[in-house]
């Protein structure tokens, strides 16, 4: 049992960067993966990058080149540096994470990039 908490949304320019964080309530050193899901109004909810407990990371296509995403094993925290943000960017963004037979979720944070 975990709880995340996503913080850093918001609203900026196209062309704007932000980061955003997922503060989990205990160590997620032992999950397989935690990674960062979007979700837009009437579109599936979609992986956008994910870290697995090795540090090996995988970006959607949409992304790769402008997001990093990163864990502070210490902190207990995953990170999404997202640059060069496009309006299709905007989504509630949702951290994920995983391990062997549990699948847990936070409440969103709103990334809204403006034209």
């Known amino acids: 049992q975990v709880q995340l908490v996503e913080s850093g949304g918001g609203l900026v320019q196209a062309g704007g960067s932000l980061r955003l964080s997922c503060a989990a309530s205990?160590?997620?050193?032992?999950?397989?993966?935690m990674g960062w899901y979007r979700q837009a109004p009437g579109k599936q909810r979609e992986l956008v990058a994910r870290?697995?407990?090795?540090?090996?990371?995988t970006y959607a296509d949409s992304v790769k080149g402008r997001s990093t995403i990163s864990r502070d094993n210490a902190k207990n925290t995953v990170f999404l540096q997202m640059n060069s943000l496009k309006p299709e960017d905007t989504a509630v963004y949702y951290c994920?994470?995983?391990?062997?037979?549990?699948?847990?979720w936070g409440q969103g944070t709103q990334v809204t990039v403006s034209s």
């Open positions: 870290i697995t407990r090795g540090f090996t990371t």
């Open positions: 994920n994470a995983k391990d062997g037979q549990a699948d847990y």
């Open positions: 205990r160590s997620i050193f032992n999950f397989n993966a």
